[in-house]
């Protein structure tokens, strides 16, 4: 990793938050622009500011957030440790990659409310807000309630808050309600295939559900941008 950040230094190509995205969304799908400003305001990428204040990214820059990302997704490495790990780059050592321990490494790892509300930079009165709306359990919370988080953070930009997403929610509810009825059958025939069938169609049900609300919304967006 460390040395796709070195072969890169010498570029002063510069890329808008926009560009970023297509460049690292295809490995890492759930990135979004609240998620590259939170990394920044903990310190771990700092983008280049243009004369009107708009954010721009060198090609080093985008390798040390695909670092980050990585770091993240495939050991769940907290962002102090991953922090410590830059550091030592920026120093011009060579550190070992930090290793994860077995128990942070296993599938579903689970997070305390303090954790979610760190990795994310979500508030006490939102998480609040969120959890009176169903949106976080009780702790410990899953990979899932995080991305929540992460979108809660980005919401919050525009004036959104979690309290405002009440319809969203039983959107949500009624989308379940609907793939429930589909698949309980396929579940009641306890096959030993019986699991995979259901959560392949579930899968397919709500990708077609997200393709017909993306439309909507992209229409409405068309017409704005006219």
Known sequence: ????????????????????????????????????????????VAPERTDAGYRKFSEPQIERLRIILTLQRDQYLPLKVIREYLDELDSGRQ?????????????????STSQLKLETGLSDLAFK??????????????????????ALVGLEEFGIQPRHLRGLKSAAEREIGI?????????????????AKAGHIS????????????HLITEVIEEIER
């Open 179 to 195: 793939i429930t009825g589909v698949t309980e059958p396929i579940l009641r025939k306890k096959a030993p295939e019986s699991a």
């Open 95 to 111: 550190p070992l990659l930090p290793a994860a321990s077995p128990a942070s490494l296993r599938k579903g790892q689970r997070f």
């Open 129 to 150: 807000e969120g959890a009176d709306l169903g949106l976080f359990g009780a702790q410990p919370h899953s990979s899932h309630e995080v991305e929540i988080a992460f």
């Open 1 to 44: 990793m460390e040395n796709s950040l070195s072969r890169l230094q010498d570029h002063r190509k510069l890329y808008t938050i926009g560009q970023v995205l297509s460049v690292l969304k295809p490995d890492f799908g759930d990135l979004s622009p609240s998620k590259l400003r939170f990394l920044e305001d903990q310190g771990l």
């Open 203 to 214: 899968r397919e049900i709500a990708e077609r559900f997200g393709a017909i609300r993306i």
